[in-house]
């Protein structure tokens, strides 16, 4: 290794970590056999070696002193591809910065700063010098401020995960740059403005989070250009109106999380539509009117929840049909009817069924010992109760025997004569 090189390498390991005496124990750090814990080093073109990964923060790797900061001069190593800082900068404020005289054609391919709790400042805009970068992970920090444009002219990346810190403003419409993106995560911040339309020109995107900023608007058009979409998530936003009817076109989406948003329009039924689809979550947006037919032919679905929203009528049959489902979560909606899953399904799901504060729902009774709790009274019981359901079933499930269900209003009433006569001949006799 260049001395120039040793120097830099000692004076960033001697600012960060108190774990041993570099420069004493390991003099020569990429001589074979006395290499140190977080570091690699490859031979370049000059038939030297050199420095190309340095890892901090995390065991066995090299642990960070109380009073370590940002070390500058990681961007002065010119064969460097890839450095990690976890859990470093806790104790002392610090920023991003880059040194003064920057290289003129930096290796680094991956920079990853996450859970760094005294990492604050805004993200410089100096940080488009980096030209080779392929993943960009900024994640559990304190970083402010807007997303600088110049992250957007780094054509090269791959993911870009600015997730957990306190970034405000909008998102760039220079998003659309980024045509090589297959992740993108920057949730948990306080992002505003509407989801840019350029989104679409993301083409190559598989994972994409904006969960819990203050997003308003509605899912832009275009959204059905990312084909190779497989997790979105939209939760806990201000996002309000109708879904793109081409939504139904994301057949590689698996995971579609939007819980939290005031959309206050009907369940779309295009989302039963997308055969991979093994998560939709739902809760606590408006929605209104019938659960479409069409989620239970979901053939991957594993977890649906449509808690607390404004749904009535019946719970569809089929869902106790679909294989791997193991979450269903209906609860606080104005649901009625029977509940049309067999005794089977009930005692699969388990403690992961829950139907509750639907008054209009009650369960068969011939499920009443079968399954546990479901948070649904039994047919036909409790009628005076105030908390449970009324004199239904309002329509018979197709497995239950017809005797079943035709007898419960001459039940409830030949009981009710029973206690009047006896009423009557306790009187008297007195």
């Given at each position: 290794m260049p001395p120039s090189e040793s120097e830099t390498l000692f004076t960033i390991m001697e600012s960060m970590?108190?774990?041993?005496?570099?420069?004493?124990?390991?003099p020569n750090p990429c001589a074979p056999g006395s290499s140190?814990?977080?570091?690699?080093?490859?031979?370049?073109p000059d038939h030297l070696p050199h420095v190309s990964r340095l890892d901090f923060g995390s065991a066995p790797n090299p642990s960070c002193k109380s009073s370590a900061s940002f070390p500058h001069l990681i961007f002065s190593l010119p064969f460097l591809q890839s450095i990690f800082f976890f859990n470093c900068f806790t104790h002392f404020p610090t920023t991003i910065i880059f040194p003064i005289k920057l290289l003129t054609n930096s290796s680094l391919q991956q920079l990853s700063l996450r859970s760094n709790p005294s990492l604050s400042?805004?993200?410089p805009p100096l940080i488009s010098s980096l030209t080779s970068l392929q993943i960009l992970t900024l994640s559990q920090n304190r970083l402010t401020g807007p997303i600088p444009q110049a992250i957007f002219s780094l054509k090269s990346l791959l993911h870009l995960d600015l997730s957990y810190n306190k970034l405000t403003g909008t998102i760039p419409l220079t998003l659309g740059n980024l045509n090589s993106l297959?992740?993108?995560?920057l949730s948990y911040n306080s992002l505003t403005g509407t989801i840019p339309p350029t989104i679409s020109q993301l083409g190559m995107l598989q994972k994409l989070d904006l969960s819990s900023n203050?997003?308003?608007?509605?899912?832009?058009?275009?959204?059905?250009?990312?084909?190779?979409?497989s997790f979105?998530?939209?939760?806990?936003?201000?996002?309000?109106?109708?879904f793109p009817k081409s939504i139904s076109k994301l057949q590689s989406l698996q995971y579609f999380i939007m819980d939290n948003n005031p959309m206050h329009v009907p369940l779309p039924v295009e989302l039963g539509f997308l055969p991979k689809l093994q998560e939709l979550?739902?809760?606590?947006?408006?929605?209104?009117?019938?659960?479409?037919?069409?989620?239970?032919?979901?053939?991957?679905?594993?977890?649906?929840?449509?808690?607390n929203n404004r749904l009535t009528g019946e719970i569809p049959s089929g869902f106790d049909s679909l294989p791997h489902v193991f979450h269903l979560n209906l609860s606080r909606n104005s649901l009625?009817?029977?509940?049309?899953?067999?005794?089977?399904?009930?005692?699969?799901?388990?403690?992961?069924?829950?139907?509750?504060?639907n008054r209009g729902l009650c369960l068969n009774p011939e499920d009443e010992f079968s399954v546990v709790k479901t948070g649904v009274d039994v047919c036909g019981k409790n009628v005076s109760s105030t908390s449970g359901p009324s004199t239904h079933p309002l329509k018979k499930r197709s497995r239950a025997s017809p005797s079943l269900c035709c007898c419960y209003g001459s039940c409830f009433l030949s009981s009710v004569l029973f206690q009047v006569a006896l009423f009557l001949g306790l009187r008297h006799h007195r």
């Open positions: 970590s108190s774990d041993q005496q570099w420069r004493h124990s390991h140190w814990p977080g570091i690699e080093c490859k031979t370049g400042g805004q993200i297959v992740g993108l995560d203050s997003l308003f608007g509605a899912i832009p058009q275009g959204l059905e250009k990312l084909r190779s979409l979105l998530a939209l939760s806990n936003n201000k996002l309000r109106g109708s979550q739902l809760e606590n947006s408006g929605y209104s009117g019938v659960i479409p037919q069409s989620y239970t032919r979901l053939v991957n679905l594993s977890s649906l929840s449509l808690a009625i009817g029977v509940v049309p899953f067999d005794s089977s399904f009930l005692r699969r799901l388990g403690k992961n069924l829950d139907l509750s504060e």
